[in-house]
């Protein structure tokens, strides 16, 4: 007889914590570390001081967000699926299996995210005034917060879908790819590109961070400006409105996209073990 959901989620917390000590998976902590120190300490020295060079700052912020959360858990369920099957057959239920994963790694993704924003600290003068928050330094960090755990689910539901991890390796540099593609810092999309960048977490997560910076502010000149300062911005983007609805709008967004692939993930689980 299968027991609760809940009762299960804890059990497989527990294991997903040995498993963590045992096998001295703070690398993961380590790597967060590195490339964050790497990725702030170039951009560091810039940001602010142009539109060009706040908005490449948050995208490369980003970038390394979303590159941390995916190796987070890319290989974590493609090398157990045996074990996944003869459990299964012995009660496991798929979601409470994937949502001790999500709950578990949401605790790792906070630590990753405390490193980041401290990083982020160091080199970077942010402005203090927030959009919800007094101090914009919280609504950077639940930004950041969100863009890891959700690209740690999205890693989630590609190792439940790859048959074995060299798989899930392999599909992993093509989904950073569509990330930094569809960002909309890189190349301007339209019509169908577009749509598909709504599916992203590249996309809201420089919708949140853009709104946070105010990248519409006049004060942030442009390039351009330093050597003709007649040239200024003449548009402003509605993805960076400097308003809380958008910031929750983004917000929302993110977790919606978590959810979906929560959602993936355990039905391609069921899937595989025939568990409906």
């Known amino acids: 007889m299968k027991s609760s959901r809940t009762k299960q989620i804890g059990v497989y917390v527990k294991k997903n914590y040995r498993l963590f000590i045992n096998q001295k998976d703070w690398k993961f902590i380590v790597i967060a570390a590195v490339i964050s120190f790497l990725v702030c300490a170039i951009?560091?020295?810039?940001?602010?001081?142009?539109?060009?060079?706040?908005?490449?700052?948050?995208?490369?912020?980003?970038?390394?967000?979303?590159?941390?959360?995916?190796?987070?858990?890319?290989?974590?369920?493609?090398?157990?699926?045996?074990?996944?099957?003869?459990?299964?057959?012995?009660?496991?239920?798929?979601?409470?299996?994937?949502?001790?994963?999500?709950?578990?790694?949401?605790?790792?993704?906070?630590?990753?995210?405390?490193?980041?924003?401290?990083?982020?600290?160091?080199?970077?003068?942010?402005?203090?005034?927030?959009?919800?928050?007094?101090?914009?330094?919280i609504e950077y960090f639940i930004t950041l917060l969100l863009i890891i755990w959700c690209s740690d689910i999205m890693g989630i539901m590609i190792s439940s879908i790859a048959s074995v991890p060299n798989v899930a390796m392999t599909a992993m540099p093509f989904v950073l790819i569509l990330q930094l593609v569809m960002s909309g810092v890189l190349f301007d999309l339209e019509g169908w590109s577009e749509k598909i960048a709504y599916a992203t977490v590249s996309k809201w997560g420089m919708s949140a961070m853009g709104s946070i910076g105010n990248l519409n502010d006049e004060s942030l000149p442009l390039r351009l400006s330093a050597v003709f300062p007649s040239v200024v911005r003449l548009e402003t983007e509605a993805a960076y409105e400097y308003t809380a609805e958008n910031l929750m709008h983004a917000w929302g967004a993110i977790l919606l996209i978590a959810l979906c692939c929560s959602v993936i993930a355990v039905i391609s689980l069921k899937i595989r073990n025939k568990d409906f």
């Not at 539109?51 to 959360?69: L, N, Q, V």
Request: with cysteine.
């Open 43 to 137: 951009v560091g020295e810039d940001m602010f001081s142009t539109y060009e060079d706040t908005k490449s700052g948050f995208f490369a912020i980003i970038s390394a967000a979303i590159w941390i959360g995916v190796f987070n858990s890319i290989q974590g369920i493609c090398k157990e699926h045996d074990t996944i099957s003869s459990e299964c057959r012995l009660g496991l239920h798929m979601s409470s299996y994937i949502g001790a994963h999500i709950v578990f790694d949401f605790f790792l993704c906070l630590i990753q995210s405390i490193i980041l924003m401290i990083i982020c600290l160091i080199f970077i003068d942010f402005p203090r005034g927030g959009i919800i928050f007094d101090n914009a330094i």
